[in-house]
């Protein structure tokens, strides 16, 4: 649950979908612009995006792919964790555009 709404009854086609739709919700349009996934490095010019929501994103994940945790691990590395990266890259990148509308 966030802000009373059931991050489980949302709709997707896949992970990577469904995992885009919940840091809709979980985050602010300028926080997904100005930031990255967690967790960040010192040495990175964007903050990274508050863990324990970012948290309250991935928890639903693994629930609903029927994954547990130690493979949920591997599944966020090698899948869900580029699928987000490039989730940020064209928020960032769509802003521009949608000012110039």
């Known amino acids: 649950m966030f802000n009373n709404y059931n991050l489980l009854d949302l709709m997707a086609t896949d992970y990577g979908n469904y995992a885009c739709k919940i840091l809709r919700i979980v985050f ?34 693994w629930y609903k792919f029927k994954l547990d945790l130690v493979n949920f691990g591997l599944f966020y590395q090698a899948l869900l964790r580029r699928k987000l990266t490039d989730f940020l890259i064209e928020e960032r990148r769509h802003e521009p555009t949608k000012e110039a509308r």
């Open 28 to 61: 602010s349009q300028d926080e997904l612009n100005s930031s990255i996934l967690p967790p960040g490095k010192p040495h990175f010019r964007r903050q990274p995006l508050d863990q324990d929501r970012f948290k309250i994103c991935m928890d639903p994940m």
